[in-house]
Structures are given as structure tokens and as C-alpha cells.
């Protein structure tokens, strides 16, 4: 019988289930080193902490992890039910809520080691906290993408610490009756993107769809519909999302430095977002700050009988 120890929170309605202790033994190197490790010798493990019968396909797993770096606070390597994630905003949220419960680390910043880079964290009162994330920038404007049984549809291809198919122009109604449609309806649009070879930065593959819509609250300014790889949806409205609509944004001269983006979810859940600018990025790239409030929901042990045919979770 082996057991783990999983702290579950949830960011904005998006759950983040964060192992604390009993996961794999990685090594000392990089985090993007250590997520192949992860991925090549532990994903039996992965599978047993997110997939059923211990966990959902929506659930987010990060891994705490000892970071390389000394003047970080802690490093995470995110995944879910089919594999692992680049970098997740709602993650960190709901990470650095979970340290603080833990009593681990207090108000203030942390820096916090992903695969994709350090982002910086800060914990607020109320456990909110605001991600200053990796450096997004938009890749591609107006891309056109024949859909089966839909059309053409056009979109923009943007990073965001994952990378992202944003669409405007969709017909669809985002509301939350819909999730089965709308994740159909972007399961074939990320489908019609790998079929025609429409990919981001040297061929990474766009596991990512984002539609966007009117917002339900006069407040906000957006509200999205997220299709995440596992075809699972965002109940947040995704950090590294927000990032990447952030970057088009600014790629259209639609937001300034000091400006606040209220993106809404499918859920009607708000993160804040707004952008900095570093003149020594390649033009066009912001920071993205993301803010949102995580609740610890579950402080458990997952147990793991070897006899157990399903010790692994249900594997696809
Ligand atoms: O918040 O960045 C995010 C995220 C990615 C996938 C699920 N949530």
C-alpha cells in the first residue's frame, strides 16, 4: 500500500489537487528535465492521482517539487488527466494558497520554478493572489482554419505559458448549459488545427482553444469558454488563457500598462489581468499579472493497494 498526501483547492471554481508528499523521486535537475522524468518512468502515478477512481478528468494535479533554484520558494510541475501541463495559472493560485494553509509561507512574493520559467507569486489577505506569469506574446493574427461540419473559422494563436487558438467570431452562445456543445464544438476546431499542420512557435502543438463572448456582468469586460488538452473545460477563466488574450490585446493596441482586463469564465468566475512591459522582451511581449482567489477544499491521503487492478487509475 503506498499513500500520498494531496491537498485539493479550487481557483475560481477550476480545481487544483497538489501533492505534497509520497510523488515520484525526480532528481535535482531542471523542472523541464524533471517533468520528462515524470513523464517517462511516473505516469502510472500521474493517472492515480487525477483519474478516476481517485480523482476526475477535470482535475489539475502540480507536483511539489524541491525548486533548483535557491531564491525560489518552491518549483511545480503541473498535469492532468492525459498528460502534463506547460505552465497553469489557476495551478499557482491554488499552489501558493495551499503553501500559506500549510502555513508553509506567508504574505508577500514567491518565486515560484514551472518547466517554462519562474513566475512570481504574491499572496494578498483574503487568499488572493496575483501571478506574475511568463512572458506571453501573440503569434499569429486572423489564422483560418476549415472546421469539419462547421466552416471556416479565424482565429489567433498567442503563448501564454500554454499555447492558444483565441476566437471571437464563433456564433456560439458561452453559457454554462452549453459546456457538452462548446467542448465539442472546440474539440473540432483544435482537431481542424492539428489536421492542417497550424501549430505555434517551432511546431508546438495547440492544445488550447479559447472562445470569447459578451460578458454576463457589466462589471467585466469578457467572458470565456476554455477547452483544456484531456478535452476537459476551464471552470476559471485560465490563467495562461488570460495571458495570451492579454498579449492580443495589447498586439492591437487594446490595453495599456496600468489597465485592468476583468475576464470572466464560462462559470461566470473573474480573473484580473493586466500587463508591464519590459523593453528588453522582443516587441509585442507583455508580462501578465493574473489575479484570483483559491480555497483549500480537501486535505487527504490517497491510497494506492498494489493488489488493486485500478491502483493506476483509469488509463486511456
Ligand atoms: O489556469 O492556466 C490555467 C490553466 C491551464 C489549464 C487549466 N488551467
Not at 489577505?125 to 461540419?149: D, I
Amino acid at each position: 500500500m503506498s499513500s500520498i498526501h494531496i491537498i485539493d483547492s479550487h481557483t475560481e471554481g477550476e480545481p487544483t489537487r497538489l501533492v505534497v508528499a509520497g510523488g515520484p523521486e525526480l532528481g535535482e535537475g531542471s523542472l523541464s528535465e524533471r517533468r520528462e522524468i515524470f513523464r517517462r518512468d511516473f505516469d502510472a502515478f500521474r493517472s492515480a492521482v487525477v483519474n478516476e477512481p481517485r480523482g476526475a478528468d477535470h482535475i489539475v494535479g502540480a507536483l511539489l517539487c524541491q525548486p533548483s533554484d535557491a531564491s525560489c520558494t518552491a518549483g511545480v510541475i503541473f498535469f492532468n488527466n492525459t498528460g502534463y501541463l506547460q505552465m497553469c495559472g489557476h495551478g499557482t493560485i491554488g499552489l501558493v494558497v495551499t503553501l500559506a494553509h500549510l502555513d508553509l509561507i506567508g504574505l508577500g512574493k514567491h518565486r515560484i520554478e514551472t518547466p517554462v520559467g519562474t513566475v512570481t507569486a504574491q499572496l494578498h489577505e483574503g487568499n488572493r493572489v496575483s501571478v506574475a506569469n511568463v512572458p506571453a506574446y501573440r503569434f499569429a493574427k486572423a489564422v483560418q482554419v476549415e472546421v469539419e461540419g462547421v466552416g471556416s473559422i479565424t482565429g489567433d494563436i498567442a503563448w501564454g505559458g500554454n499555447w492558444f487558438f483565441l476566437v471571437a467570431e464563433h456564433g456560439q452562445e458561452l453559457s454554462v448549459q452549453r459546456v457538452r456543445e462548446l467542448t465539442e464544438f472546440s474539440r473540432l476546431i483544435k482537431e481542424a488545427l492539428a489536421k492542417s499542420g497550424i501549430t505555434g512557435h517551432n511546431g508546438a502543438e495547440i492544445d488550447h482553444v479559447e472562445l470569447f463572448g459578451p460578458p454576463s456582468h457589466s462589471d467585466n469586460h469578457s467572458r470565456n469558454f476554455v477547452l483544456c488538452p484531456g478535452d476537459q473545460y476551464d471552470r476559471s477563466p485560465c490563467g495562461t488563457g488570460t495571458s495570451a488574450k492579454l498579449a492580443c490585446l495589447y498586439a492591437d493596441g487594446k490595453i495599456q500598462v496600468g489597465q485592468i482586463w476583468r475576464q470572466e469564465s464560462i462559470l461566470g468566475t473573474v480573473f484580473e489581468g493586466q500587463i508591464q512591459i519590459d523593453p528588453t522582451l522582443k516587441n509585442g511581449t507583455v508580462l501578465p499579472i493574473i489575479t484570483g482567489t483559491a480555497y483549500v477544499t480537501a486535505d487527504a491521503k490517497l491510497l494506492r493497494d498494489m493488489n488493486d487492478p485500478l491502483r493506476d487509475g483509469v488509463r486511456f
